[in-house]
C-alpha cells in the first residue's frame, strides 16, 4: 500500500463538495422550472436528484474533516443558460454529472492502493453518478 496524499485528497473532496452543492442549487431551480403535462414526476425527480446532490456534499465534507481539512463554504459555478423546456434541462443534468463522474474518478486515481475506505467510497459514487446517467439518458430518449 502506499501513503495516502492527503494534501490531494483534501483538494478532491473539496472540489467535490463545491460541485455537489452547486447541484443542490441547480436541481432546485430546474425543478421550479419544470412545465408541461410530464411536471409532477420531473419536479419530483429533480427534488430527489437536490436532495441527493446535498448528501453527497455532506460525505463529502464528513471524510474531508475526518482527514483534518477544511471543508468549503463555496459552490461551483453554475451557468444560467435561461432554457427550461425538459429536454435542455435534462442535457444540462446529464451534462452535470458527467463532470461529477469526471472528480469522483480523479478521486479515485488518487486514493488507490492507499485507502479502502476511500476507494470505497469513490467507487460507490462512480457507480451512482454512471446510474444517474443511465436514467437521463433514458429519460432522453423521447427527445430524440
Not at 4 to 16: G, H, M, V, Y
Not at 63 to 87: D, F, N, R, W
Not at 130 to 139: D, R
Request: charged residues 30%.
Amino acid at each position: 500500500m502506499k501513503e495516502l496524499d492527503e494534501k490531494k485528497t483534501q483538494e478532491l473532496l473539496c472540489t467535490i463538495m463545491e460541485w455537489e452543492l452547486a447541484g443542490v442549487v441547480r436541481y432546485t431551480h430546474y425543478a421550479l422550472m419544470v412545465t408541461g403535462p410530464n411536471r409532477i414526476p420531473i419536479v419530483q425527480f429533480f427534488k430527489a436528484q437536490a436532495t441527493e446532490s446535498l448528501l453527497h456534499a455532506q460525505q463529502a465534507g464528513e471524510i474531508l474533516t475526518g482527514l483534518e481539512g477544511h471543508p468549503t463554504q463555496k459552490i461551483a459555478t453554475i451557468e444560467e443558460t435561461y432554457k427550461h423546456s425538459v429536454k435542455d434541462l435534462l442535457e444540462e443534468s446529464l451534462n452535470h454529472e458527467k463532470k461529477a463522474l469526471k472528480k469522483y474518478k480523479s478521486l479515485l486515481e488518487v486514493v488507490t492502493n492507499s485507502s479502502v475506505y476511500l476507494e470505497e467510497y469513490a467507487r460507490s459514487l462512480i457507480g451512482q453518478e454512471e446510474l444517474h446517467q443511465v436514467e437521463l439518458k433514458k429519460m432522453l430518449r423521447d427527445f430524440s
